[in-house]
């Protein structure tokens, strides 16, 4: 059973229009993140939830912003997509805890720009 | 803040041979080492994990191990097959609000038949 699901699988959009990936989860984790994989590089983090507590990496553009209305869902908005915007995103969830703990990772968007 | 170095980039085997995947770290208060495994389209899945308090873990045909006194940690697979092929990245992190999954650039593994 698919435990992180992120919808669409993918997604093509019009360089400046805004879109929204989102992202469920049925773990009932309290961390969420939002990464992006360009192609042949690692995920790179953009931001997470710690809870309702969000956090936001120090080199994420301001173009990337996130709502986490209930601990279930998470979605990332991108307010104006450029064609370096184009990549997988992907979603995960953890326990958090004093020490490091597993990531679930979802399947992940692909995101077109045309 | 942690940095995570992976080597090689890229590993091309024989099936049935082993396959050795290193990484080093940089934040001594890391305390968590997963493996993931990500195929072509796919999200990264979990293979193998060792927390800070064990030198070496193993499941089935996997094994990690840890030396927290270099700060490195390595992936072994033996007997491998052409399924094992795909990238796979090792990650650091020590917990809390702020101690975040930081991933290595990956390796891509290619067995060949």
């Known amino acids: 059973d698919a435990m992180v699901i992120q919808n669409p699988r993918y997604q093509v959009t019009q360089f400046g229009k805004p879109v929204t990936l989102s992202c469920s989860q049925t773990l009932n984790h309290n961390v969420m993140y939002w990464y992006q994989q360009k192609s042949s590089q690692a995920p790179k983090l953009l931001f997470h939830?710690?809870?309702?507590?969000?956090?936001n990496e120090a080199d994420t553009p301001d173009n990337f912003q996130s709502r986490r209305p209930n601990t279930s869902f998470c979605f990332l908005d991108i307010r104006s997509p450029g064609l370096g915007d184009a990549a997988m995103y992907l979603c995960?969830?953890?326990?958090?805890?004093?020490?490091?703990?597993?990531?679930?990772f979802g399947q992940g968007t692909r995101l077109t720009v045309v | 803040g942690e940095n995570v170095e992976q080597h090689p980039s890229t590993l091309s085997v024989q099936e049935g041979d082993s396959a050795v995947i290193k990484c080093t770290y940089s934040?001594?208060?890391?305390?968590?080492f997963p493996w993931y495994k990500q195929e072509l389209g796919k999200g990264p899945q979990l293979i193998i994990d060792?927390?800070?308090?064990?030198g070496e873990k193993k499941d089935q045909r996997i094994a990690v191990t840890l030396n927290k006194t270099a700060k490195h940690f390595s992936l072994h697979i033996t007997e491998t097959q052409p399924e094992d092929s795909a990238v796979y990245f090792c990650?650091?992190?020590?917990?809390?609000?702020?101690?975040?999954?930081?991933f290595g650039k990956g390796t891509k593994l290619s067995v060949k038949p």
């Open positions: 995960a969830t953890s326990r958090s805890g004093t020490a490091g703990t597993e990531a679930f």
């Open positions: 060792i927390r800070s308090n064990v």
């Open positions: 939830y710690y809870d309702k507590d969000f956090n």
């Open positions: 990650a650091a992190s020590k917990g809390g609000s702020q101690g975040n999954l930081i």
């Open positions: 934040d001594s208060a890391s305390n968590y």
